[in-house]
């Protein structure tokens, strides 16, 4: 088995630095920091993430290995996210485990952080093209309050009013007031209605965070309808929390005070209708 240097295989090389195969995270090397993407055969989890951190290369790309039990196979990815480390994952039936190389030219992406999509890369691109992005392009950093991923899903024209998704109510701006929808993903409890009511949209869906006890996450539902605020959550297993996106593509409504009822939203809706139901006038 070749040791040392030989492990690494470098698939391409630029002023900026080098694409780099290697079969393991593992044989990542303190000279691969700051400038190598190192495309490792390896799947992506927290312990390999470990291993990869501590070297800091410019960007990571590993194997899905088919996500597993909990996501175990991907966490990593927020792991480097955490880092501000580009990374992505290859679906695993695209490639051979454990051959570096084999990844490069033949992988195809799954899966990817938010400082890789920064940088251009896509799901469906192939390994050796978001290599090759990730060594060309730097994500630019922000702080946390920044990262909010705020998106225009829908527009109406008559009334001008917008379906906006972001992370998190917390990030909704002057402008949202008594105008937008927004498709957020943090809890309904009682610590979001201060900032339902700092923006006070013109309607809401949120997360219902799996209710919990007493079902504090939706709580905030019926405070603030005595604010004349009409929103709805999602069932937390049907969207991600923390991706607003996720929230308006995937979600299925699980409770909605009488404000949104008075609109159209329903129960079991997809969160995306019932977006489009609180748009109208209340």
Not at 95 to 101: F, K
Request: hydrophobic content about 45%.
């Amino acid at each position: 088995m070749p040791q040392g240097a030989e492990l690494q295989a470098v698939m391409l090389e630029t002023a900026r630095g080098r694409i780099v195969a290697v079969d393991s995270a593992y044989d990542v090397r303190p000279e691969n920091r700051d400038r190598d993407v190192l495309v490792n055969a390896s799947y992506c989890g927290v312990l390999p993430a470990r291993f990869l951190g501590e070297q800091a290369p410019r960007a990571a790309i590993g194997v899905d290995c088919a996500i597993g039990l909990d996501g175990a196979g991907i966490a990593g990815l927020w792991y480097l996210e955490a880092l501000a480390i580009p990374a992505a994952t290859a679906d695993v039936a695209t490639i051979e485990l454990g051959n570096g190389i084999d990844l490069y030219e033949t992988g195809v992406l799954s899966r990817l952080n938010a400082p890789a999509a920064a940088c251009g890369v896509e799901a469906g691109m192939t390994v050796r093209e978001a290599a090759a992005l990730l060594l060309e392009r730097d994500p630019e950093l922000q702080r946390a309050d920044e990262v909010t991923h705020r998106t225009t899903v829908h527009r109406d024209e008559a009334s001008g009013r917008e379906i906006v998704c972001t992370d998190s109510i917390a990030f909704g701006l002057a402008g949202d007031r008594g105008r937008n929808v927004l498709c957020t993903a943090g809890h309904t409890g009682r610590s979001a209605v201060p900032y339902l009511r700092e923006v006070s949209p013109h309607g809401f869906i949120c997360s219902d965070g799996g209710r919990g006890k007493n079902d504090a996450g939706i709580a905030g539902l019926a405070i603030v309808e005595a604010d004349g605020l009409a929103g709805a959550t999602v069932d937390a297993r049907t969207a991600r929390m923390g991706d607003g996106l996720s929230t308006y593509e995937d979600g299925v409504i699980s409770a909605a005070n009488a404000l949104a009822r008075s609109r159209g939203v329903e129960v079991g809706q997809p969160a995306a209708a019932a977006a489009l139901a609180l748009l109208r006038e209340g």
